[in-house]
C-alpha cells in the first residue's frame, strides 16, 4: 500500500476517537474496502466492558437494520431463478395475508416490490420492531393474522417498516423452501467466505462476540442479546470486519458494467438494481451530515440500501442499523471502488454523520477519483470535429457530423459570431482536447489556447451513425 494512502487512513483516528468519547461507545472497528479487500481496519475499545477485552477484525458485532440488504439480495436470487416475481401480491406466498383488510376501498394489494422499498402502508416501527426478533414463527403468523393497521395506503409514501421485511423474511422461506437464514446462509455467506457471519447468537464463541451496551446514568449497561426469530430479516445478522469486507468488495465488483465474464452469485445487474427501487425521493436526513451550510439533498429507499444524491461525494449508497446495544453504518461510492462500514457496540450508536465525515475526507484527499466513462469512438470523433469547427471559425465546417436539428436551433450566421468573439478572447489552440465523459455519448472537452482554455459539452443524438445534437462552447473559467 502506497505511504500516502496508508497517512490518510492513520489521519482518521481523530474523528474515530472522537465518536468513541461522544457516545460512550465501549468499543467500535472501522474498516474501509478498496481494491477489492479491507483496504483499512481501526479497532477503539472494548468488546466487552466487564472482560476488557479489545476490538478485532474477528470480533462479532450486530449490524441491525443492515440485514435488509441480504433480505434484498435473496430476493433478487429468487427472482432471477424465476421462484416469483416483485410484482406478485405478498399475499400469494404468505397466505396469512389473504384477509389483510385494507384502509380504502381503492387501495392495490401489496407487492413484494412495495415491501422492498418500504411503501407497503405500514407504519414505522423503529424501536418496536428491534424487541421482536426472535419471535417464533408461530407467534408471527397468528400477528399477521390479526388485521394489522395501516398508517396509508399502500403505493402512496415511504414508510419503514420492520415489519414488511419480516414478512420479506417469510416470502423467502416460503419460496425457497429453506428456512429464511439458510438460504442466505448457503447462497451468500458461505460463498462469500462469511465463515464467522450468523444469524444465531448461540453459535459465536463469547470470546469473540461485541457485547451489547446502553449508557445510563453515567454507565454501561450490558443489554442481553436476542435470538434468531421471525424479525430476522429485517435485522439480525452478527458479523465481523473482516467478514463483512468481504460482502462489501463484492458488492462494489458490480461497478462499473462491463464485459466480463459474470458473477457466479448473483448477476452484477441484479447486484446493481440494489441502487434503484421504487419508493418516493425524500430530503435527505440533515442528521447525516456534520456540514449542516450544505444544501438539501434527495434520497431515495432503494432495495435494501438508500441511494442518495451527496454534493460533496456524489453517487452514495448507505444503510445504517440500530438495536439496543449496537449500532453501524455502511457507506459505498460505487463509482470511486471504494466502501466505509462502522460497527460499534452501544445501543443506537447513530454513526451515519461520521462515516460520511470520513468518506469526505478521503475523497477530499483525491486518493480515490471517481471512475471515468468510456467514451464512444463519435464522442472522440466529435471532440476532432468540434477543433476544425472552431478553428475555421465557421459551423457548417463541421459537416456531416452536426444533427439536423444544431442549425435550426442556432443560424449559421449567429455560430460565425460566437466562434470569433471566442476566438478574439482565447486565440488560437495550442493542444488536444482533454475529455471528461459523462457517459459514452457526452462529454466535456477542454482545449488549451493561446490565453486560456476552450470548454466544449457535446451531446450525442440518438442516431447511426451518433451525431451532435447539441453543442455548448464557452471559455472555461480561471480557477
Known amino acids: 500500500m502506497p505511504l500516502d494512502e496508508q497517512a490518510l487512513f492513520q489521519s482518521l483516528d ?80 404468505v397466505p396469512e395475508l389473504v384477509s389483510l383488510r385494507y384502509p380504502t376501498s381503492d387501495c392495490r394489494r401489496i407487492r413484494i416490490r412495495d415491501l422492498l422499498s418500504h411503501v407497503g ?35 402512496i409514501a415511504h414508510e419503514y417498516s420492520n415489519l414488511g421485511s419480516a414478512i420479506l423474511g417469510r416470502v423467502i422461506t416460503n419460496r425457497s423452501g429453506q428456512r429464511y437464514d439458510t438460504y442466505l446462509h448457503e447462497n451468500f455467506l458461505r460463498p462469500l467466505d462469511m465463515p464467522s457471519s450468523t444469524w444465531e447468537v448461540c453459535d459465536i464463541p463469547i470470546e469473540r462476540r461485541a457485547v451489547g451496551h446502553s449508557w445510563i446514568e453515567g454507565e454501561w449497561v450490558e443489554e442481553s442479546s436476542l435470538g434468531h426469530g421471525a424479525f430476522g430479516a429485517m435485522g439480525g445478522l452478527h458479523t465481523t470486519a473482516r467478514d463483512y469486507a468481504h460482502f462489501v468488495a463484492w458488492l ?14 448473483l448477476a452484477r445487474s441484479s447486484i446493481r438494481e440494489l441502487a434503484e ?55 459505498l461510492l460505487p463509482n470511486r471502488g471504494v466502501g466505509l462500514f462502522l460497527f460499534a457496540n ?62 435550426l436551433d442556432c443560424t449559421p450566421d449567429r455560430w460565425r459570431r460566437e466562434l470569433a468573439r471566442l476566438h478574439a478572447s482565447l486565440g488560437d489552440c495550442t493542444g488536444e482536447g482533454a475529455l471528461v465523459a459523462d457517459s459514452a455519448m457526452a462529454g466535456a472537452f477542454t482545449y488549451p489556447c493561446e490565453r486560456g482554455h476552450l470548454r466544449v459539452q457535446v451531446l450525442l443524438a440518438p442516431t447511426v451513425p451518433a451525431k451532435i445534437q447539441k453543442l455548448e462552447i464557452s471559455i472555461l473559467p480561471l480557477t
Request: glycine residues 10%.
Open 14 to 93: 481523530p474523528i474515530l476517537t472522537k465518536f468513541a468519547a461522544d457516545r460512550h461507545t465501549p468499543g467500535l472497528i472501522l474498516g474501509i474496502v478498496a481494491d477489492g479487500g479491507l483496504a483499512h481496519a481501526r479497532a477503539i475499545g472494548r468488546r466487552s466492558v466487564r472482560s476488557g477485552e479489545p476490538v478485532t477484525v474477528d470480533t462479532t458485532f450486530r449490524v441491525a437494520s443492515m440485514t435488509k440488504m441480504f433480505t434484498a439480495l435473496g430476493l433478487l436470487h429468487l427472482r432471477d431463478r424465476s421462484k416469483l416475481h416483485f410484482d406478485e401480491p405478498v399475499e400469494n406466498i
Open 121 to 155: 402502508g405500514f407504519v414505522t416501527d423503529d424501536p418496536w420492531g428491534d424487541r421482536h426478533l426472535d419471535m417464533s414463527e408461530a407467534e408471527f403468523s397468528s400477528l399477521l393474522r390479526s388485521q394489522l393497521p395501516f398508517a396509508r395506503a399502500p403505493g
Open 252 to 265: 462494489l465488483s458490480a461497478w462499473p458494467p462491463r464485459d466480463d465474464a459474470d458473477d457466479s452469485i
Open 277 to 331: 427501487g421504487d419508493g418516493f425521493p425524500q430530503i435527505q436526513d440533515r442528521h447525516f451530515r456534520l456540514d449542516a451550510s450544505e444544501e438539501s439533498s434527495a434520497q431515495r429507499y432503494g432495495l435494501g440500501i438508500i441511494s442518495v444524491a451527496d454534493a460533496m461525494l456524489g453517487s452514495v449508497l448507505t444503510h445504517s442499523g440500530g438495536l439496543p446495544g449496537y449500532g453501524s453504518n455502511v457507506l
Open 346 to 407: 452501544i445501543t443506537y450508536a447513530r454513526p451515519a454523520p461520521t462515516v460520511r465525515e470520513l468518506a469526505v475526507q478521503l475523497v477530499s484527499a483525491g486518493t480515490f477519483p471517481e471512475r471515468t466513462t468510456a467514451p464512444s469512438p463519435e464522442l472522440v470523433n466529435a471532440g476532432k470535429a468540434v477543433r476544425t469547427i472552431y478553428g475555421t471559425g465557421d459551423i457548417e465546417a463541421g459537416g456531416d457530423i452536426l444533427a439536423m436539428n444544431v442549425l
